[in-house]
């Protein structure tokens, strides 16, 4: 049974609807000329926000719209900052008319951030007017200054609704996200959003209710797609300037924020009211840095868990005020293992070798990851990386030289003892598992691997790495991409003028002939009924291989003892 709510919706629709049917396209845009020309058609406003709708046709919206557009933009600096009038204003007629004109505004803003978001709004040249008309009263609702709770409702509409954001994400960020005070409140309002939802999933994580968990998570990735398409707070110097939306942004000294005239506006930006540019990237840091670990600390999808991690070391960690405040977030994800330590390897390494954090069991954790799946793992490129400054890729150079130097007396006495390998794989700490008293001998092996690839790959590590100033470090992401099934593909699509043959006098048995592994057999168990049965098959393969290729140029050379 439908609540009381809905059917009262449903009844308001249904007036709105047949208001619509009285007016056609001429005299809809009558009433807007008789609204902006006259306080004497002050009623027209209440047909008019009837067409602003996500279930308007197209034209009827844009005919609406522009003049109400128009209408409140000439009476926004004189109305009430709300709607509820006090019991001392109530004999004021004055004061009832521009309280009843707000009420009506907030009537047509929420209609705008309805159309922006709803999926009945297919139109992208409707959605981008009406993104344009929020945006500019946005820049002066607030008393000519940037009015932030519009704002921040129509970026809460966009993260809650139900339909994608792509093209509103790409408006904003072609067109408004260039501006300073823009991203300013952008970054306070996905803030607050993040914390929101943090509370909601403590709230709700007993309940077990898997809807609001599917909800929460939509969430999760808007709030995503919105910080991601935000331009980094870099490049702001005391020299560059800082383009704002409004023309008097937030960034004003306290003191200073009274309305001004269009020339003191003017003075202003050559005077000493607005902050440095030093001081406004510091103020966006701030904000930018909050957004972040508000939003890290949200239960992330998996997904989503791993596009953070795999550019936090480049998009984020760089632009926060102090990188610290995200130790939490990173210690957790390295101790997950498998392939999520990996991804935030990059970024611990980060907070270790240049701010300055303590992190005692690293080494022993990623040694831990070095097995066999990980050579495999879709980013292990980015595991055999750890890309620093040079300065400290050379302090562990020459550290390691002092180790090998220290440790040389040792080796000479362990390569007497033949036969022997020291290295001990069980063991956890690789300071404990005698790796230094071991050698590769699995590269010589590899060294006459049948492979020509993998053969070829083991000679470039044959130089002498030891002298630093002859040789030079390889790029290990060059060699990490490879697998069998690359080398596969590289192969077939090779075009080769000349093909090698192999000739044998006798069909073989097998791969490898017994002469390359000597004191070790290679049986097949085969009956003789079966091997007559193969020969025959074979022999009529033959025959019909040879029927097939009668008049060709050439013939394969088959021969059989």
Same mark, same amino acid.
């Given at each position: 049974?439908a @609540? @009381?709510?809905?059917i009262? %919706?449903?009844k308001?629709r249904?007036?709105k609807?047949?208001k619509?049917?009285k007016?056609?396209l001429s005299e809809?845009?009558?009433?807007g000329?008789?609204l902006l020309s006259?306080?004497e058609?002050i009623n027209n406003?209440c047909?008019?926000?009837?067409?602003?709708s996500?279930?308007s046709p *197209?034209?009827?919206?844009?005919e609406?719209?522009v003049?109400?557009?128009s209408f409140f933009m000439a009476l926004?600096?004189r109305?009430?900052?709300s709607? *509820?009038a006090?019991? %001392?204003?109530l004999h004021d007629?004055d004061?009832?008319?521009?309280?009843w004109?707000?009420?009506?505004?907030?009537d047509?803003?929420?209609s705008l951030?309805?159309?922006?978001?709803?999926?009945?709004?297919q139109e992208?040249?409707?959605r981008e007017v009406?993104?344009?008309?929020?945006?500019?009263?946005?820049k002066?609702?607030n008393?000519?200054r940037?009015h932030? %709770?519009?704002?921040?409702?129509?970026?809460?509409?966009?993260?809650?609704? =139900?339909?994608g +954001?792509d093209v509103?994400?790409?408006?904003?960020?072609?067109k408004?996200?260039k501006y300073?005070?823009?991203?300013?409140?952008?970054y +306070?309002t996905?803030?607050?959003?993040a914390?929101?939802?943090?509370?909601?999933?403590?709230?709700?994580?007993g309940d077990?209710n898997s809807h609001?968990?599917?909800?929460?998570?939509?969430?999760?990735?808007? $709030?995503l797609h919105?910080?991601?398409?935000?331009?980094?707070?870099?490049g702001i110097?005391?020299?560059?300037?800082?383009e *704002?939306?409004?023309?008097?942004g937030?960034?004003?000294?306290?003191?200073?924020r009274?309305?001004?005239?269009?020339?003191e506006?003017a003075?202003?930006? =050559?005077?000493?009211?607005t902050?440095?540019?030093?001081?406004?990237?510091?103020k966006?840091?701030?904000k930018?840095?909050?957004?972040w670990i508000s939003?890290?600390?949200l239960p992330l999808?998996?997904?989503?868990?791993?596009?953070?991690?795999?550019?936090?070391h480049?998009s984020? $960690?760089?632009h926060?005020?102090?990188p610290?405040?995200?130790c939490?977030?990173l210690?957790?994800s390295?101790?997950?293992?498998g392939?999520?330590?990996?991804? %935030?390897?990059?970024?611990?390494?980060i907070?270790?070798t240049?701010?300055?954090l303590?992190?005692?069991?690293?080494y022993?954790?990623?040694y831990?990851?070095?097995?066999?799946s990980?050579?495999?793992a879709?980013h292990r490129?980015?595991?055999f990386?750890?890309?620093g400054?040079?300065?400290a890729?050379?302090?562990?150079r020459?550290a390691?030289d002092?180790?090998r130097?220290?440790?040389s007396t040792?080796?000479?006495?362990s390569a007497?003892?033949?036969?022997?390998?020291?290295?001990?794989?069980?063991?956890?700490?690789?300071?404990?598992?005698?790796?230094?008293?071991?050698?590769?001998?699995?590269?010589d092996t590899?060294h006459?691997?049948?492979?020509?690839?993998v053969s070829?790959?083991?000679?470039?590590?044959e130089?002498d790495?030891?002298?630093?100033?002859?040789?030079t470090?390889?790029?290990v992401?060059?060699? *990490?991409?490879?697998s069998?099934?690359?080398i596969?593909?590289?192969e077939?699509?090779?075009r080769v003028?000349q093909?090698p043959?192999?000739?044998?006098k006798a069909?073989p048995?097998?791969?490898?002939s017994?002469?390359?592994?000597?004191g070790?057999?290679?049986?097949?168990e085969?009956n003789?009924? @079966?091997?007559i049965?193969?020969t025959?098959?074979?022999?009529k393969?033959?025959?019909?291989?040879?029927?097939h290729?009668?008049?060709?140029?050439?013939?394969?050379? +088959?021969?059989?003892s």
């Open positions: 049974m @609540s @009381s709510s809905s009262i %919706a449903l308001t249904s007036k609807n047949k619509r049917e007016y056609s809809l845009k009558t009433l000329h008789q006259s306080k058609h406003l047909p008019l926000l009837t067409f602003v996500p279930t *197209t034209q009827y919206a844009l609406a719209l003049p109400l557009h926004l600096p109305l009430p900052a709607s *509820t006090n019991s %001392a204003a007629p004061f009832i008319y521009r309280t004109i707000r009420s009506k505004f907030d047509f803003v929420n951030i309805a159309i922006s978001v709803s999926p009945q709004s992208e040249a409707l009406v993104l344009d008309t929020i945006m500019e009263l946005v002066v609702g008393g000519g940037f932030s %709770a519009i704002y921040h409702r129509f970026l809460h509409s966009i993260v809650h609704s =139900s339909t +954001i509103l994400l790409d408006f904003l960020e072609s408004f996200f300073i005070d823009v991203r300013y409140f952008t +306070i996905l803030e607050k959003l914390r929101t939802l943090e509370i909601k999933d403590i709230s709700e994580n077990g609001s968990r599917e909800s929460i998570e939509i969430c999760i990735r808007k $709030i919105l910080l991601s398409r935000i331009p980094a707070p870099k110097n005391e020299n560059a300037g800082c *704002t939306w409004n023309g008097l937030v960034f004003i000294k306290d003191g200073n009274e309305e001004h005239s269009e020339q506006k003075e202003d930006k =050559s005077s000493n009211n902050l440095s540019a030093a001081n406004v990237a510091k966006i840091k701030v930018f840095t909050k957004a939003f890290l600390r999808p998996l997904d989503v868990y791993k596009e953070v991690l795999l550019t936090l480049l984020v $960690i760089p926060l005020s102090n610290i405040l995200l939490d977030f210690t957790s390295y101790d997950i293992g392939v999520t330590s990996v991804m %935030a390897l990059s970024s611990l390494y907070l270790m240049q701010h300055g303590d992190y005692p069991n690293f022993e954790k990623l831990a990851l070095l097995v066999p990980i050579f495999m879709r490129a980015k595991f990386e750890e890309d400054d040079p300065t890729r050379a302090d562990a020459d390691k002092s180790e130097e220290k440790s040792s080796l000479e006495v007497k003892e033949q036969g022997i390998d020291h290295f001990n794989i069980t063991e956890v700490n690789p300071i404990k598992a005698n790796a230094m008293k071991s050698s590769l001998w699995e590269i590899l006459h691997h049948y492979c020509p690839f070829r790959f083991v000679i470039s590590l130089d790495l030891t002298v630093r100033s002859k040789t470090e390889f790029a992401k060059d060699f *990490t991409s490879g069998y099934a690359t596969f593909r590289e077939i699509s090779r003028k093909v043959l192999a000739f044998y069909t048995t097998s791969l490898f017994e002469l390359d592994f000597v070790w057999t290679f049986k097949y085969q003789e009924e @079966s091997i049965t193969n025959d098959d074979y022999s393969n033959i025959k019909v291989s040879e029927e290729e009668h008049g060709c140029a050439k013939k394969p050379r +088959i021969e059989c």
